[in-house]
C-alpha cells in the first residue's frame, strides 16, 4: 500500500439512489437497442464484417457488453485500436509508453511499472514512483540514522560545475554532521555499488543531506528514489499500468477515464496541440469492461480467456470514476 495521502481520493461518495435501482437491471438511462453479436476473427486488426455500433457516452447495458465483449480481442479492436494503434501521437501525445499497438502489448501492461521513460522526475506521478533506496549514516552524532531516499538533485556552482548532490529523505536529520560517513541499503542490505563514503554533510531536523564528493554517488539513476517528483508521498513500488483485481489502481485505467492523473487523457481528443484528433472518450459500456477485465483478472489468464464479469473486486464497477 502506498502513504495515506496515495490512495484516499480513489473512492467517491455513495452511488446515487438511481444508478443504485438501475444497477438491479443492469440498465441505465432506459431500455437498451438490441445490439448484434460482432462476427469475431482471430486478428484484431481484421476487421470484422459487422460490428456492432457502440451505445452513447453515458448509457450502461452490462448484457450488451457482455455480448459484445467477450475476450480482449474484442477490446483491443473495438475499443483501444481505434485509438491507440492506428498512427503515432493519437493516443498518448507523442510517448511510445506504453506501446497499445497489439493485443500481446496489452496484455504485457500486467504488472508493469507506469511512468517509464519520462525525460523530467517533476512528471513522474505518485502511483508510479518507486521504492526507496535508504541511506543510513555511520558515524558521528547521526550514527544508525536511516531514512527512505526521497530524490537525488544533482547542484551546481555559478559556472555550472559539479557543487554536490542534494538527497532529500522521508525525515529530519536529528543532528547537524559534516565529513560523515553513509551507506545505501536496498531491502535492508548495504549496497556497495551504489555509493557510499565519507562526505555527507546534515543540518539539524533539516530532511535532507548534502553530498559534496561525486564519486561516492557514481550513478545517482541507480538509487531508487521514492520521491522524485517530491510532493511528500512516497511510493511503494507497487503502481503499475494494469494491476489485476485493482481496476482504480490501475494507471492504465486513469489514463483513459482521465481521473487520478494530471496527464493528458488517452485516447487524444481534439485540442491545441492535436487539432485533428477526433477520437471520442470512451464510453461507460467500454469504460465498464474495461475495468471488469482487469478487476477480474485471475493468475493464468491470457488472450485466449474470456473477461470476467462476475467477482467481488467488480462489485462497485459502474463505468466511470
Do not use: K
Not at 541499503?185 to 535532507?208: K, N, V
Not at 561525486?214 to 517528483?229: K, L
Not at 508521498?233 to 485505467?253: H, I, K, M, N, Q
Not at 477485465?293 to 463505468?319: K, L, T, V
Request: net charge negative.
Amino acid at each position: 500500500m502506498r502513504s495515506a495521502v496515495a490512495t484516499a481520493a480513489l473512492r467517491g461518495p455513495g452511488l446515487a439512489l438511481a444508478i443504485s435501482m438501475a444497477a438491479c437491471t443492469g440498465l441505465i438511462d432506459g431500455p437498451a437497442e438490441p445490439v448484434a453479436a460482432p462476427v469475431r476473427t482471430s486478428d484484431a486488426s481484421v476487421p470484422d464484417a459487422a460490428v456492432p455500433a457502440p451505445p452513447p457516452v453515458g448509457r450502461l447495458d452490462r448484457e450488451a457488453a457482455r455480448a459484445r465483449f467477450v475476450t480482449t480481442t474484442d477490446l483491443m479492436r473495438y475499443v483501444i485500436a481505434p485509438g491507440c494503434a492506428a498512427e503515432r501521437n493519437e493516443c498518448h501525445n507523442s510517448e511510445d509508453f506504453p506501446d497499445l499497438s497489439t493485443e500481446g502489448n496489452l496484455w504485457n501492461l500486467v504488472g508493469l511499472a507506469c511512468n517509464q521513460g519520462l525525460g523530467e522526475r517533476t512528471e513522474v506521478e505518485g502511483l508510479c514512483e518507486a521504492r526507496g533506496d535508504e541511506l543510513r549514516i555511520e558515524d558521528g552524532p547521526n550514527a544508525g540514522f536511516t531514512a527512505v531516499v526521497g530524490a537525488i538533485i544533482t547542484m551546481t556552482d555559478a559556472d555550472g560545475d559539479f557543487d554536490h548532490y542534494e538527497i532529500y529523505l522521508d525525515r529530519p536529520v536529528p543532528a547537524g554532521q559534516s565529513d560523515g560517513d553513509f551507506v545505501f541499503l536496498r531491502d535492508g542490505a548495504p549496497i556497495a555499488g551504489l555509493g557510499g563514503g565519507r562526505s555527507l554533510e546534515a543540518d539539524a531536523a533539516a530532511p535532507r543531506v548534502r553530498i559534496t564528493d561525486p564519486d561516492d554517488v557514481p550513478d545517482p539513476g541507480a538509487v531508487h528514489q521514492g520521491d522524485e517528483n517530491l510532493d511528500g508521498v512516497f511510493g511503494e513500488g507497487d503502481g503499475a499500468l494494469v494491476t489485476p483485481g485493482a481496476a482504480r489502481d490501475s494507471y492504465l485505467v486513469r489514463r483513459f477515464l482521465g481521473h487520478g492523473t494530471d496527464r493528458v487523457r488517452m485516447p487524444l481528443g481534439t485540442s491545441a496541440d492535436n487539432p485533428t484528433e477526433t477520437n471520442p472518450p470512451l464510453t461507460r459500456e467500454e469504460s465498464w469492461v474495461l475495468m471488469s477485465w482487469i478487476n477480474c483478472m485471475q493468475p493464468g489468464d491470457g488472450p485466449y480467456d474470456e473477461i470476467r464479469y462476475d467477482c467481488p473486486e467488480n462489485a462497485d464497477n459502474e463505468g466511470q470514476w
